[in-house]
């Protein structure tokens, strides 16, 4: 592992009193997809919010430690140009009560672009990235919401590639989808990582071992502070983990 | 191919931080603009109580509360006779719209899910009326005003009177009273209403006992408003009460609320610092009154977390 | 069955007696206000009370049309001003005053929605009137359409304000997350994702605070002057038009009503029909302008 896209050292973060993550240090190499897999509450998603600054929005947070993009620290970034560089694909599809094209064409506008040839382009290309091109370029006009499940998380990912991330942040992206959609996301995943650092967290171990290339394993205990215990290549973690807790898990003893 | 699409999202990146340095200066004058907004609304409040409560303050004293107004276009003496017809007419008219609002709010929430044999004709009757209490909380006040005059006031000849009035006010007041027991009841749990009529109450005992007790604040709530509507409306009983300053004896007399005193001194007299100092008693009692509202809505916050 | 069944039985047709009498009041409402105005429309004629201008009953002449105009014109003033102000101030309150703000604000609009029409009449009448005359151009008493718009704005603030309040706050959370997760600024977030969501809520206040403005009277009356003919520009410039005096419809019923009989009073009641139907128009332009419109699911 050269080049680490994001990275952590020493993080931790608080709600209030309460501290969610204790001291988490990791380095999430570029363009590769990175799981983030453990028992619930033990702060996988508190973390993933932790890359893109959405954690600031909760009243009464606060960090300890750093975290770094590109070797930059995040919290000296201003977060909405964070934001257009780290995208996010959230557990419950959240398209916009609009059309298809301007779901997708929302990131672009609000970042300034209004030639409307340019906008046409990059929702085609965004819309083909995501699998759905083929699906709705005839109705590029109906409403977001008209679309299943599926299809909207798609339409999700799309808008969230319109904004030429580098790196997307998925929490649970195929939680709420059957499973003939969540094959469709998974197949997505995998021809995104060559372009795109993807870090995604998942309740379920074998999505996790079918999608990604690095696996990260949280861990609580009664404290409900969430914890590193180990980061490897995903191969290695599943077959021949270092830790007790990750072997627990694994094999189904808890969680 | 790779070097690329990197050298495009730099170019990318670099307008994106541009347009993000608009955005953020376009923001900033958004949102003191919304601030302003904001804060001119409480100005506007503070200027127009403050001004009524200071100028009116003037005018009060003990004399003004308690001698009758000498009537005319002098505009001399108090307003003791339109505070106790103020208070007379509040009190009829919330005895007529209490029963008939709880009443019927009681039933569209309680009994609208019956099965009964007549339960497609129930089940339209309620859609009706609670699109006619939709259309009464609509209606402006003269148009009450005139339906009171023509039925009340003429045709059944109570003539102008505190009983034409009231019964006027109680259709005004309706939609309110309904709506808001509605809420006080929609929001009390079913598993009371369950818990007592699996122990093999009635309907009936269940709502006196359990139900209504749970929504009372809500109700309370919604009485206190329309005192409060009573106290502040005044077209709807310019054209029913009639205009006289005197004390109203009996249900069949007319007489002035403070509002419409207020109106009368200023339109028909040069008197407008008595007018002022009604104006500033009708905003103590509004301000009261908005307390009392927040103090019932507390407490009833606070008894649904109990655990009865 | 037993007593206790008959109670319950008994009580039931109470309740259901209690039930239908809104029904029955609005169509009491809707009867007795038409039956007064049929006198007018059959001896004066629907066309010469709708559409002349001329308003003397004691020369047979009930044209109505002057106090349509100020009707209108005073809304369409109350609305220019005070739909800006209560949009603002619901944006604000709903998503950027911070909470001890917020304790003072809503409060203070609140408190705004409860003061007597006549008090903000009174008030129209001895500051903003004077303030109104002291713009010199001839013919300018003060009296008139300005002064009642300033005065109908701040009473139709409040209602529009927090309508317009709850419809933003029942926008769902994740629109806003989702917006800001792409890199929009709060704001933009608020005008191109939260703002659409949320209109036909907004819309929904606004045209309650239209309701509102055409219904009120007194404080009209103490503000606008009341003179019956048709308002007009003072001077050259076309904006005069509000330093005119007007009457609105409500005015007219309320300022004759004490004094007037037979086929005067049957047209004051006319008056009632046309603005009960004036009311009726704008209510169903709203929903028809609202209607097809994807419906953003409640928070609550």
Not at chain 1, 111 to 140: F, M, Q, Y
Not at chain 2, 28 to 44: D, E, N, Q, Y
Not at chain 3, 48 to 74: C, F, H, N
Request: aromatic letters at 8%.
């Amino acid at each position: 592992m050269n080049d680490s896209k994001l990275e952590t050292i020493d993080y931790s973060l608080y709600y209030g009193k309460y501290r969610a993550l204790k001291d988490i240090t990791i380095k999430i190499p570029e363009n590769k997809v990175t799981a983030l897999i453990g028992p619930s509450g033990c702060g996988k998603s508190t973390f993933l919010r932790s890359f893109n600054r959405m954690n600031d929005l909760i009243p009464g947070v606060h960090t300890e430690g750093s975290v770094l993009i590109d070797g930059e620290d995040i919290f000296k970034i201003d977060p909405v140009a964070l934001r257009q560089n780290v995208g996010m694909v959230f557990q419950k599809p959240n398209p916009f009560p609009k059309s298809i094209f301007e779901n997708v064409a929302y990131g672009p506008r609000v970042t300034g672009l209004k030639d409307h040839h340019k906008l046409e382009e990059i929702v085609e290309r965004s819309l083909r990235s995501a699998a759905l091109w083929n699906e709705v370029k005839d109705n590029l006009g109906k409403p977001g919401l008209d679309l299943s499940g599926g299809q909207q998380q798609r339409l999700c990912i799309a808008r969230a590639l319109a904004v030429e991330p580098t790196v997307i942040l998925m929490d649970e992206p195929a939680a709420s989808l059957d499973p003939i959609a969540t094959l469709k996301i998974e197949d997505l995943i995998h021809e995104l990582s060559a372009n795109y650092t993807i870090v995604i967290v998942t309740h379920n171990m074998q999505q996790a071992g079918r999608v990604s290339d690095y696996t990260a394993f949280f861990y609580t205990d009664e404290t409900r502070t969430g914890q590193l215990v180990e980061f490897s290549e995903t191969k290695t973690l599943f077959t021949n983990p270092r830790d007790r807790r990750t072997e627990d898990y694994i094999t189904g003893r808890f969680g | 191919m790779i070097e690329d699409r990197t050298s495009e999202i730099a170019l990318i990146h670099r307008a994106q931080a541009q347009s993000l340095k608009k955005e953020q200066i376009r923001q900033k004058l958004w949102v003191s603009l919304m601030w302003f907004f904001g804060l001119i609304t409480v100005a506007i409040l503070i200027m127009v109580v403050g001004y009524v409560l200071v100028q009116g303050g003037k005018a009060i004293s003990w004399d003004f509360l308690s001698t009758a107004p000498k009537g005319g276009i002098s505009g001399e003496g108090g307003i003791s006779t339109t505070v106790a017809t103020t208070f007379y007419l509040v009190g009829l008219t919330l005895l007529v719209a209490t029963p008939l609002g709880v009443g019927a709010a009681v039933f569209l929430i309680e009994y609208a899910g019956e099965q009964s044999l007549s339960s497609k004709f129930l089940r339209s009757v309620i859609s009706v009326a609670n699109f006619a209490v939709e259309t009464l909380a609509g209606i402006p006040s003269i148009i009450f005003g005139l339906f009171g005059y023509a039925l009340f006031v003429s045709t059944l000849k109570f003539g102008f009177s505190l009983l034409s009035a009231a019964l006027a006010g109680a259709c005004l007041v309706l939609p309110t009273i309904i709506r808001t027991t509605e809420e006080a009841l929609r929001a009390v749990p079913d598993d009371y209403r369950r818990g007592s009529l699996a122990l093999g109450a009635t309907k009936w005992q269940t709502l006196y006992r359990i139900v209504l007790p749970a929504g009372l604040p809500g109700i309370i709530t919604g009485i206190i408003l329309s005192v409060g509507r009573v106290i502040s409306e005044t077209a709807i009983f310019y054209v029913t009460l009639g205009g006289s300053y005197r004390l109203p004896t009996s249900i069949m007399d007319g007489g002035r609320t403070l509002a419409l005193h207020l109106y009368y001194l200023a339109m028909d007299t040069r008197a407008f610092d008595k007018a002022m100092g009604t104006g500033a008693v009708l905003v103590v009692m509004i301000i009261l009154i908005n307390l009392l509202i927040d103090l019932v809505s507390r407490k009833l916050t606070a008894g649904v977390r109990k655990v009865r | 069955m037993s007593a206790r069944m008959i109670a319950d039985k008994t009580v039931k047709y109470i309740l259901f007696a209690s039930a239908i009498i809104s029904i029955i009041i609005v169509l009491a409402i809707g009867f007795f206000i038409f039956r007064e105005s049929i006198e007018a429309w059959s001896n004066i004629g629907v066309s010469e009370i709708l559409m002349k201008t001329v308003w003397r009953p004691g020369q047979d002449q009930y044209g109505i049309l002057a106090m349509i105009v100020g009707s209108v014109s005073v809304t369409f003033g109350a609305i220019l001003l005070g739909v800006p102000l209560a949009l603002g101030c619901a944006i604000f309150l709903a998503e950027i005053a911070p909470a001890g703000v917020q304790a003072v604000v809503r409060p203070a609009v609140q408190l705004l929605a409860g003061i007597p029409s006549v008090v903000y009449g009174l008030f129209g009448m001895v500051i903003l009137v004077p303030l109104v005359r002291k713009l010199g151009v001839p013919g300018n008493s003060g009296y008139g359409l300005m002064a009642a718009s300033i005065v109908l704005a701040v009473m139709i603030l409040p209602t529009i304000a927090s309508v317009a309040e709850d419809a933003i706050r029942a926008v769902p959370e994740n629109y806003r997350h989702g917006s800001l997760a792409l890199g929009a600024t709060k704001w933009q977030t608020i005008t191109k994702v939260v703002l659409p969501a949320g209109k036909s809520g907004i819309l929904a206040g606004v045209i309650l605070g239209v309701g509102r403005a055409l219904g009120e009277t007194m404080a009209m009356i103490m503000v606008i002057g009341n003179s019956v003919i048709m308002p007009q520009p003072l001077s050259g410039n076309p904006l005069s038009f509000f330093l005119s005096q007007a009457r609105t419809l409500t005015g007219n019923i309320a300022v004759e009503i004490n004094y007037a009989t037979g086929v005067h009073e049957s047209a004051l009641f006319a008056t009632g029909v046309v603005l009960f139907g004036l009311i009726m128009i704008v209510n169903a332009s709203a929903r028809w302008m609202i209607r097809g419109q994807k419906f953003v699911e409640k928070a609550n």
